[in-house]
């Protein structure tokens, strides 16, 4: 889509999820910039009950790389 542009960052916590932020700029119809933000977890322990998405279970699983 024209007049959009979006950055997309991994993060790997340690002992944590796989981590993905998407940051997005748009422009209106008024030629304003406007940044959107969302991100979304995915489980690396195995532990979530929501799978593939961390649901925070891993603050009780063993420490993993
Ligand atoms: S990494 Fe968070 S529940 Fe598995």
């Known amino acids: 889509m ?3 542009k979006t950055n997309v960052q991994i993060e790997v916590k340690k002992n944590g999820p796989l981590r993905v932020i998407a940051e997005k700029m748009e422009i209106d119809v008024q030629g304003e910039k406007i940044m959107k933000e969302s991100a979304v977890s995915f ?23």
């Open 43 to 65: 489980c690396r322990c195995g532990k979530s009950q929501k799978q593939p998405f961390c649901d925070g279970s891993h603050k009780e699983a063993e420490p993993f790389e």
């Open 2 to 4: 024209e007049n959009q």
